[in-house]
């Protein structure tokens, strides 16, 4: 019998599905892409996502989180867009770096190639050279996939993805039967007309059409479903199968989306556009459950969330947290509960009086931060639940303020500050990381911090290990701030346990107060937030919703 060689396999090729968006942003197109993504998971196939930004920003990491949104900080630490949270907790996987890239990450790898001799003396350009350095990442990224989903961000039509769709039509020219292109449009139903228009959609398309790129498919985001008779007409005008013409309405949650697009055939129809293999039927079966359990109307929990990025203007911006926000919610749709989330901007409770409001709430949590704005007003609300005995989970900056907290107010280190606020302060116990020290005097800021994931070995009986149920875990990380290990043992003398540490037990991970003190007190210096997943809830954001709801 012939041997089988690895090379007699014949791998499928990769195929590569981009999702564009057209008309105006904010439409959803991050939502799109990872419901595209998971639905062709659910169908069996290997699906991998990644996401092009056209910022200068090499990451995300600089940006300010009120004009950007969350950072969300991948496993092997680089920082990158609250998209690509979506996709990680959508597809229930890890992604690495290669999937995301900016404008700026795009170019700097150009420009240290050609600093390298990498183009062997040849004349670089803008086109080809930036979009074939954007066709070789996203190939790379989908080497070992059936599939890779490419969120191009912007919307069509305007100066800054003009490269990032050359790199598409370069892809669609070269291996036609491997590309789809799907354009995320939206249609208006202005109230003085009541009626819904394609009009803008239409000439969207037709502005894509302009770089050399097709749509396959046009989702139609829209405040209601769209009928078969504009259904029709975008399929005429827009060149698209009436079939591959999506209803997208506003929805109550985003974890719906994917059923809607199910009911709609979406993957059916992806699958044939791409001539991908008819695996199995879809595995939704889990999904469905967690959506069940998302509506739930049982007893409520109710978390208040105090942060300083709350207040833009006058909005409000949850974007800041999403991935806290989410990890809440998902916790509590595993206990059976409905979370009630609270957002409140910590400048209120600067004065005392407003603190008694807390009163009304289960647990309080206090996300990652930096800076001084706010600082105050944060100090005083974890005294205040320390005192009073409502559940604590403080993250990052949270836990670094928890500790500051009860060195000033428990262990009596007074003139005690962090690092990062009060550099002159006679007892910091909060201090810089020795290796920071040398990167923020000469400004190297960019993608420096202590990023990514990292070991942490967690003691016996703590609040930690009965959560984790191991003693050895693995968290993301962002900051360049540490507990000072001069003050460790005055702390623990003073009743705070420190119950994780870096393996070689230099850096402080978690603190706790013991639960014989304190219900709930826990503050992490890493993000769990990051790791949390609708079908595989954080655990320890478990734990912190049990206890909230469990002592109210
Ligand atoms: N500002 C703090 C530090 O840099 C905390 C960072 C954070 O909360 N992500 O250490």
Same mark, same amino acid.
């Given at each position: 019998?012939?041997?089988?060689?690895?090379?007699?396999?014949?791998?499928?090729?990769?195929?590569?599905?981009?999702?564009?968006?057209?008309?105006?942003?904010?439409? !959803?197109?991050?939502?799109?892409?990872?419901?595209?993504?998971?639905?062709?998971?659910?169908?069996?196939?290997?699906?991998?996502?990644?996401?092009?930004?056209?910022?200068?920003?090499?990451?995300?990491?600089?940006?300010?989180?009120?004009?950007?949104?969350? *950072?969300?900080?991948?496993?092997?630490?680089?920082?990158?867009?609250?998209?690509?949270?979506?996709?990680?907790?959508?597809?229930?996987?890890?992604?690495?770096?290669?999937?995301?890239?900016?404008?700026?990450?795009?170019?700097?790898? *150009?420009?240290?190639?050609?600093?390298?001799?990498?183009?062997?003396?040849?004349?670089?350009?803008?086109?080809?050279?930036?979009?074939?350095?954007?066709?070789?990442?996203?190939?790379?990224? !989908?080497?070992?996939?059936?599939?890779?989903?490419?969120?191009? !961000?912007?919307?069509?039509?305007?100066?800054?993805?003009?490269?990032?769709?050359?790199?598409?039509?370069?892809?669609?020219?070269?291996?036609?039967?491997?590309?789809?292109?799907?354009?995320?449009?939206?249609?208006?139903?202005?109230?003085?007309?009541?009626?819904?228009?394609?009009?803008?959609?239409?000439?969207?398309?037709?502005?894509?059409?302009?770089?050399?790129?097709?749509?396959?498919?046009?989702?139609?985001?829209?405040?209601? !479903?769209?009928?078969?008779?504009?259904?029709?007409?975008?399929?005429?005008?827009?060149?698209? &199968?009436?079939?591959?013409?999506?209803?997208?309405?506003?929805?109550?949650?985003?974890?719906?989306?994917?059923?809607?697009?199910?009911?709609?055939?979406?993957?059916?129809?992806?699958?044939?556009?791409?001539?991908?293999?008819? &695996?199995?039927?879809?595995?939704?079966?889990?999904?469905? /459950?967690?959506?069940?359990?998302?509506?739930?109307?049982?007893?409520?929990?109710?978390?208040?969330?105090?942060?300083?990025?709350?207040? $833009?203007?006058?909005?409000?911006?949850?974007?800041?947290?999403?991935? *806290?926000?989410?990890?809440?919610?998902? $916790?509590?749709?595993?206990?059976?509960?409905?979370?009630?989330?609270?957002? %409140?901007?910590?400048?209120?409770?600067?004065?005392?009086?407003?603190?008694?409001?807390?009163?009304?709430?289960?647990?309080? /949590?206090?996300?990652?931060?930096?800076?001084?704005?706010?600082?105050?007003?944060?100090?005083?609300?974890?005294?205040? *639940?320390?005192?009073?005995?409502?559940?604590?989970?403080?993250?990052?900056?949270?836990?670094?303020?928890?500790? %500051?907290?009860?060195?000033?107010?428990?262990?009596?280190?007074?003139?005690?500050?962090?690092?990062?606020?009060?550099?002159?302060?006679?007892?910091?116990?909060?201090?810089?990381?020795?290796?920071?020290?040398?990167?923020?005097?000469?400004?190297?800021?960019?993608?420096?911090?202590?990023?990514?994931?990292?070991?942490?070995?967690?003691?016996?009986?703590?609040?930690?290990?009965?959560?984790?149920?191991?003693?050895?875990?693995?968290?993301?990380?962002?900051?360049?701030?540490?507990?000072?290990?001069?003050?460790?043992?005055?702390?623990?003398?003073?009743?705070?346990?420190?119950?994780?540490?870096?393996?070689?037990?230099?850096?402080?991970?978690?603190?706790?107060?013991?639960?014989?003190?304190?219900?709930?007190?826990?503050?992490?210096?890493?993000?769990?937030?990051?790791?949390?997943?609708? /079908?595989?809830?954080?655990?320890?954001?478990?734990?912190?919703?049990?206890?909230?709801?469990?002592?109210?």
């Amino acid at each position: 019998m012939k041997k089988r060689t690895k090379a007699s396999v014949k791998k499928s090729p990769t195929k590569y599905i981009f999702v564009v968006g057209g008309v105006m942003s904010g439409v !959803g197109k991050g939502i799109t892409s990872s419901s595209i993504a998971m639905l062709l998971q659910a169908r069996g196939h290997r699906v991998t996502a990644l996401k092009i930004d056209p910022y200068i920003n090499v990451d995300a990491g600089t940006m300010n989180p009120t004009e950007h949104g969350e *950072v969300f900080v991948l496993k092997d630490g680089l920082e990158t867009d609250q998209d690509m949270g979506n996709y990680e907790r959508f597809l229930n996987i890890d992604l690495p770096a290669i999937n995301y890239m900016t404008t700026g990450s795009v170019y700097k790898s *150009v420009i240290e190639k050609e600093r390298n001799l990498g183009y062997k003396g040849k004349n670089v350009e803008v086109v080809p050279d930036i979009p074939l350095e954007v066709i070789r990442r996203i190939k790379k990224a !989908g080497k070992d996939f059936d599939v890779v989903l490419v969120e191009v !961000g912007g919307t069509v039509g305007e100066y800054q993805n003009v490269l990032f769709l050359e790199a598409v039509r370069m892809m669609e020219t070269e291996e036609p039967e491997n590309v789809a292109v799907v354009m995320v449009g939206y249609l208006p139903v202005p109230g003085s007309i009541g009626e819904m228009k394609t009009k803008p959609t239409q000439t969207a398309v037709r502005m894509l059409n302009s770089a050399g790129v097709f749509a396959d498919m046009i989702i139609c985001r829209s405040p209601i !479903g769209i009928d078969d008779k504009r259904k029709e007409k975008i399929s005429k005008f827009c060149n698209v &199968k009436v079939e591959n013409v999506i209803s997208a309405p506003d929805v109550n949650s985003i974890y719906d989306i994917p059923l809607n697009y199910e009911e709609e055939k979406l993957s059916t129809q992806l699958i044939e556009l791409l001539n991908l293999p008819r &695996k199995k039927t879809i595995d939704l079966k889990e999904w469905r /459950l967690f959506v069940k359990r998302s509506k739930n109307e049982n007893d409520k929990v109710k978390i208040a969330v105090v942060g300083k990025y709350f207040n $833009s203007g006058d909005f409000v911006l949850s974007d800041v947290y999403i991935s *806290v926000l989410e990890a809440i919610k998902f $916790s509590a749709y595993k206990l059976n509960l409905k979370p009630e989330i609270s957002y %409140l901007s910590s400048q209120e409770f600067e004065n005392k009086k407003n603190l008694k409001k807390l009163k009304n709430f289960d647990g309080v /949590l206090v996300p990652g931060g930096f800076g001084k704005t706010g600082i105050d007003g944060k100090l005083n609300v974890i005294e205040y *639940v320390r005192k009073n005995k409502i559940p604590y989970f403080g993250i990052c900056y949270g836990m670094q303020l928890a500790v %500051l907290e009860f060195a000033r107010n428990v262990a009596k280190i007074k003139k005690s500050s962090t690092e990062e606020i009060d550099p002159q302060a006679e007892h910091l116990v909060v201090g810089v990381m020795e290796d920071q020290r040398e990167k923020i005097a000469s400004k190297d800021m960019g993608g420096t911090m202590r990023l990514g994931s990292y070991p942490t070995v967690i003691s016996a009986g703590s609040i930690a290990t009965k959560a984790y149920r191991t003693n050895e875990i693995s968290e993301r990380h962002r900051h360049r701030y540490e507990v000072n290990p001069y003050y460790i043992n005055q702390l623990e003398t003073a009743g705070l346990n420190f119950t994780g540490k870096s393996p070689d037990g230099r850096l402080m991970e978690i603190v706790e107060l013991p639960t014989d003190i304190h219900p709930f007190f826990v503050g992490v210096q890493f993000h769990p937030e990051l790791q949390a997943r609708p /079908l595989s809830p954080h655990p320890l954001f478990t734990a912190f919703i049990k206890a909230s709801y469990e002592s109210n």
